[in-house]
């Protein structure tokens, strides 16, 4: 009897333990072993690959897909004619009257003109699953493998790459040289396997931008000439036989027999590995916890360039328990910077840099929170990525300007107090830390070029629709979002996102429902609104009248735009005073807290269909000194000249 009460009681407690779980969603699983020979006179790679791949899918899978990216670095390519199309686009004139055209200035317009020993390929000569030979179909970036013998759900199975490739002259991301003259800048170097998932394959060709794949663990193994230094994903695991700053300090390093190196990195849980080499790196690091390491690689030049990449990594000391605090723990054993690549690149404990700059820095090293952990598909939902991104760094510049930048060893006096300047300047002028992205999403939305954020990443019309969306608009989502739930519920939910779905491909339904469920607010509206249409925010005060019969006021607001929003209006006396007036939109069932100390008041909702709205105060008219909606500014209202009202006194 004891017993049966007991499995009835667990019966019902159960469901309460499920309902409260992290949600779940199956992810594939992939272990690379790869081991390649690179020959830095003829720039050519010989490799193989043995993968063991695990469809942990509820399908039973007739073909895989991987990637062959350098593929789309030869003429006439896909991403060449791509490009060629889109510098076409006049998006308007500069102020010489000059026509400035679509140009996205890193994916050069050589790619038509490279030689035969210029471009990049990646060919797979052959395929074997479990010890079987499979047909495959080139599609240029795309490699099609037709499955002799399905692969059923919960199957591994072992899968034979054999591969060769050439390095390209520096076009996009990746290649041989650059401005900075850094030999190789190795992104998208091997065949990766496509990520399957809850929407099925994601073979996307190779067009310009953005990525996704499969969480898994990588053995690589690369050989190449003794006198190059290497900076990549993973934790190198022969460093006291290659030295270079990887070795037990004080150890005496054997002179190395031979003319080339054998490097073995082993990276666990990530979806990408990159690497990059020179004879020239110059390589400091630093142990800045128990069990992480951070690294940084850049050519010397000058004493004061130096300083910058030394100041990389003393910043990035000093930045990351901020970063920790607001968007979750860094789970990595290192984190490499290296000078490399087109620009700010963003690759699992990894980024490829141009310059030492803290905008590229900071932004990079923030992906590896959106890109790398939460995974979101940037093909798909490029601005959870850029987006969410974009607003993290401008978080973490802000608190490293305002608490560190004064106090860096690396940078000089004069540097240090015009940061000083500019963070106190930001603080009285501009309440906005994401001003920057306000204003690229306002520059946009009063364009004819802004397309819905749902756009596939290659497919926009234009490099400036899909960037100002992508990193801007999806910024100011965020932190639009602060003003629609307050912000120490965005804090929570920023915390909770990472926490709920590291390792998951999170999408915008998963993250407006964890949003919604913090909140107590129904948000539906704000993403179908934001992200699936172009409406835009603009809200203006109208009259404002005495009622002579009570000797109360009332105020007019009126909704000029298209997308409805909660209103925050922020009242002014003449006698010092303020309060607040709340009006939460009807659709939300439910208002948003307190977020400051003044007398606040929350209305009657206003309801989306109405573009008008009335609200009463017990104070006369001639009481106020002031009448401002939205206070604050993070509410992206494209015409803000009609948000505040002066009485002359």
Known sequence: ??????????????????????????????????????????????????????????????????????????????????????????????????????????????????????????????????????KTIEHETILEVVLSKPLPPKCKSIIDVTFEAQVPILIRRAGRG???????????????????????????PYINREFYGVWGDFDVKITLDKNYMIGATGVLQNPNSIGMGYSTPGLKIAKKIGKTTTWNFIAKNVHDFVWAADPEYAHISKEVRKGLTLHVFYKPTTPSYDSAWQNVLWAAEKILPFIESKFGKYPYPQY????????????????????????????EWMHNWYQQLLGTNESLFAWMDEGFTTFAEDQVAN???????????????????????????????????????????????????????????????????????????????????????????????????????????????????????????????Y????????????????????????????LLLKRLGKMPMPIDVEITYKDGSKEMHHIPLNLMYGAKPAENKLNRTVHEEWRWTHPEYTFTISRKVGEIKSVEIDPTYRMADVNRSNNKLVIPD
């Not at 690379?32 to 942990?56: R, S």
């Not at 471009?119 to 479990?130: A, C, L, P």
């Not at 490099?463 to 965005?490: D, H, P, R």
């Not at 993403?527 to 009332?554: F, H, M, P, Q, R």
Request: with cysteine.
């Open 336 to 363: 490499s910077f290296i000078q490399g690549g087109d620009g700010g690149m963003e690759y699992a404990m990894a980024t490829l840099l141009k310059t030492p700059g803290f905008g590229g820095v900071f932004h």
């Open 527 to 554: 993403k179908e609104y934001w992200v699936y249409t172009t409406k835009t925010i603009d809200y203006a005060l109208g009259n404002i009248n005495l009622d002579s019969s009570t000797g109360n006021t009332t």
């Open 178 to 204: 650059d401005t900075y003259g850094v030999a190789y800048s190795m992104a998208q170097w091997y065949p990766k396997m496509v990520e399957y998932d809850y929407q099925g394959w994601n073979a996307n």
């Open 399 to 525: 608190y490293y300007n305002t608490n560190w930048a004064p106090l860096s060893p690396f940078t000089k006096a004069a540097e240090k107090n015009a940061t000083a300047r500019l963070v106190e300047k930001d603080k009285t002028e501009y309440p906005l830390i994401h001003a920057g992205s306000y204003d690229r999403y306002f520059s946009l939305a009063k364009s004819s070029f802004e397309e819905p954020m749902t756009t596939h990443a290659d497919h926009f019309n234009t490099n400036y629709g899909y960037s100002n969306a992508a990193y801007f608009k999806g910024s100011v989502f965020l932190n639009q979002l602060g003003y629609i739930v307050g912000e120490k519920t965005l804090d929570k939910i920023m915390l909770e996102y990472y926490n709920q779905w590291i390792y998951k491909h999170p999408n915008v339904n998963d993250f407006i429902r964890l949003s919604e469920k913090l909140s107590g607010i129904e948000l539906q509206w």
């Open 1 to 134: 009897m004891n017993k049966l009460k007991w499995i009835l009681i667990i019966g019902f407690i159960m469901p309460c333990f499920l309902a409260n779980a992290q949600p779940d969603r199956w992810q594939q699983k992939i272990k690379y072993n790869i081991n390649v020979n690179v020959d830095v006179e003829t720039n050519k790679i010989n490799g193989t690959e043995k993968l063991e791949y695990t469809n942990n899918s509820p399908d039973t899978l007739t073909k895989v897909f991987l990637h062959l990216y350098w593929n789309a670095f030869q003429p006439n390519s896909s991403m060449a004619v791509r490009r060629n199309e889109l510098v076409k686009t006049v998006l308007g004139t500069d102020r010489s009257g000059r026509d400035v055209y679509d140009n996205d200035a890193r994916t050069k317009a050589a790619i038509n003109t490279l030689k035969p020993n210029e471009i990049g390929y990646q060919h797979v000569k052959s395929v074997k699953i479990n010890g079987v030979e499979q």
